[in-house]
């Protein structure tokens, strides 16, 4: 099956440009257009696509706004990947408190779009290694850990669909044997206090957390706990459920947020 796209953007030679990438890639779709948030939400309900490649900056209600509220609803599946031109940390921080998946700026190139568009459609999250480290780099000037979980910020999404865990299995990892573990590796060990959903982490799953929050791919952390990657996937999928949280970005972000690590100063 295709992937289906949702092309949001005030300027119609974007949108053009746009659809003609994503068309052109077999195995995607772009099955409509809008030109506000307010016309993105009406498509969203009308087509049901699987990812919707979100504007910030337009008239009447902004791509920030529209994502709040496609991701607010608890029967949609859409992903949202927000792209701009301004690369800017607030807008990066709004536009993950508001539950999008990805954020890709303009000036990448057709090959970053397409595969962003996957990477999302397919349930992980679009976080390059330099958004990751600004993410770690701004949590850090706050300082961490925040007083109270759920606090303005990066919030739990519960109720919301957990398209990796649907696609996890058991795998061929298998039982976990003991490992490398996390502390070290990701900067610091979970601490015996913070948000109370975090002791309902298993030992794996808080080291997955803190692999997690270095921001490397299943594929690493299945090296580093010698197990297989259907195992990570199974793991990274429990942590996002019991931590309410939509997908691996917000992990991230929450272990930072929480004090599970702590950010090299």
């Known amino acids: 099956m295709s992937i289906r796209v949702l092309v949001v953007d005030d300027q119609g030679l974007v949108r053009a440009g746009f659809r003609t990438i994503l068309d052109s890639e077999d195995g995607i779709e772009v099955v409509g257009e809008a030109a506000d948030g307010l016309a993105a939400l009406a498509q969203v309900a009308a087509l049901a696509p699987d990812v919707v490649c979100m504007d910030v900056q337009m008239p009447g209600m ?19 990947l927000v792209l701009t031109t301004f690369n800017r940390e607030d807008y990066l921080f709004e536009a993950l408190e508001a539950g999008a998946s990805g954020f890709l700026l303009k000036n990448s190139s057709p090959e970053q779009l397409i595969e962003a568009v996957q990477v999302v459609a397919r349930g992980d999250a679009l976080l390059s290694p330099d958004v990751t480290r600004r993410v770690i780099e701004a949590v850090a000037r706050r300082g961490t850990p925040r007083a109270q979980a759920g606090s303005p910020g990066f919030p739990a999404s519960p109720g919301l669909p957990n398209p ?12 976990a044997p003991t490992g490398t573990g996390a502390s070290g590796a990701a900067g610091g060990a979970m601490p015996a206090s913070g948000p109370p959903e ?68």
């Open 62 to 80: 902004d791509g920030l706004e529209a994502t709040r509220r496609i991701t607010a609803d608890p029967s949609s599946t859409t992903a949202v």
């Open 164 to 175: 990796i865990e649907a696609s996890a299995g058991t795998g061929a990892g298998g039982a």
């Open 198 to 265: 975090l002791a309902t982490l298993t030992d794996r799953e808080r080291e997955v957390l803190e692999f997690l929050a270095e921001g490397i791919s299943n594929a690493e952390i299945a090296q580093r706990m010698w197990v297989g990657e259907a195992t990570v996937k199974t793991h990274v999928s429990k942590v996002l459920m019991k931590l309410g949280l939509r997908d691996r970005v917000h992990a991230v972000v929450y272990a930072y947020e929480h004090g599970v690590v702590r950010p090299a100063r």
